[in-house]
């Protein structure tokens, strides 16, 4: 067949098996613990709309310890309220741990929250109560869940306490405590009902580099020792570098992906840390470019794709120059 003769016209038979594959397959983020798909959440003040999420797809694995980022603005606080369960979508669809996040009542959603997720936010005095203990604040949500004996409830707060390295501050309200202190103790609240996801907006936030690492190795060890799926949003370059899995958000979406994993040498044996960037493609089909690729080779509006054996390439529009 020459490149132009048109390809014959598929048979009913064609058409229908293609229709068994397409339902075949299994649906978008069917292993994910969270799905987000083509997630929309739209703002409306004094009439003006402000599109935080403008179609967000992300799938984030059980047992990953990944990290959020993005310019001011992006939408990574809007993305963490909806997965908090505190806010909810303009549209698109949102899965947590089987949780439906746009289909939940009043009643599941508290169970949601109370449950399936835990959060740790940037303000150190929002994520205790100031006139608890350290040990009271973790076994309250124990409390609320109401189903643990009390001794169960505080051998728990005892043990998650010592887990991050806060052992020394069981008796202690949050006043008496170092900032640092208080976020790793906000981190055993947020464990206390075994939640199978952990949500961080900017727990280092607010505290010295020095500080935020030792933070950010509690979470590693909730990942490690429990097994807690833990997505941190975050500004910290350290933090960013440290885990596996970076997702860029940019303009309510994600739009590059950072993987790193250890490499052995062979020969010499030596271990380094190896990355790669990726740029994601949506379910549409569309790519976000970064700035400043585009930017250096002067591409706008039009560019020409071509398709190779084993890559498509993307060139400046050659009408244009
Ligand atoms: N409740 C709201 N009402 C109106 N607009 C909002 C609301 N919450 C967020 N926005 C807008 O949505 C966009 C995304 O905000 P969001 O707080 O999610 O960004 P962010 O990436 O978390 O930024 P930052 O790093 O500064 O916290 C911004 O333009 C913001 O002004």
């Known amino acids: 067949m020459t490149p132009d003769t048109p390809a014959p016209a598929p048979t009913l038979a064609d058409l229908e098996q293609r229709a068994t594959a397409h339902r075949d397959r299994p649906a978008y983020g069917h292993d994910a613990l969270i799905t987000c798909d083509r997630l929309v959440r739209v703002f409306t003040t004094d009439g003006v709309e402000v599109q935080a999420l403008q179609g967000l797809d992300l799938l984030v694995r059980n047992g ?3 990290a959020l980022v993005g310019a001011s603005g992006s939408g990574k606080s809007t993305l963490m309220n909806i997965l908090a369960g505190l806010d909810e979508p303009t549209a698109g669809a949102a899965k947590v741990a089987g949780y439906d996040l746009l289909a939940m009542g009043s009643k599941e959603r508290l169970r949601y929250r109370r449950e399936a997720v835990g959060f740790v936010w940037q303000q150190t005095a929002r994520n205790l ?3 608890l203990t ?4 973790v076994a309250l949500p124990m409390q609320l869940r109401g189903r643990t004996r009390r001794s169960a409830k505080a051998e728990r707060a005892t043990q998650l306490l010592t887990m991050l390295g806060v052992a020394d501050c069981h008796d202690r309200r949050p006043q008496q405590m170092s900032g640092g202190q208080q976020q790793r103790v906000a ?5 206390a009902n075994e939640p199978k996801v952990l949500l961080a907006d900017e727990p280092t936030g607010e505290l010295d580099s020095h500080t935020g690492e030792q933070i950010f190795a509690a979470f590693r060890t909730a990942n490690e020792e429990l097994g807690t799926t833990v997505v941190i949003v975050t500004h910290d370059q350290t933090v960013a570098s440290e885990v596996r899995r970076t997702v860029a958000i940019r303009d309510g979406r994600t739009s590059t992906e950072v993987l790193r994993h250890r490499h052995v040498d062979e020969t010499t044996g030596q271990e380094s840390l190896v990355s790669r960037e990726y740029a994601m493609l ?3 089909g569309r790519l976000q470019l970064p700035a400043e690729y585009t930017e250096s080779l002067g591409m706008r509006d039009r560019v020409l794709l071509e398709l ?14």
Request: net charge negative.
């Open 134 to 137: 350290a040990a009271q604040n």
């Open 129 to 131: 109560l100031p006139y």
């Open 308 to 321: 190779e054996e084993d890559h498509i390439q993307i060139r400046p529009d050659d009408q244009d120059r």
């Open 187 to 191: 981190i055993a609240v947020a464990l």
């Open 64 to 66: 990953e310890l990944m």
């Open 282 to 284: 949506d379910r549409a």
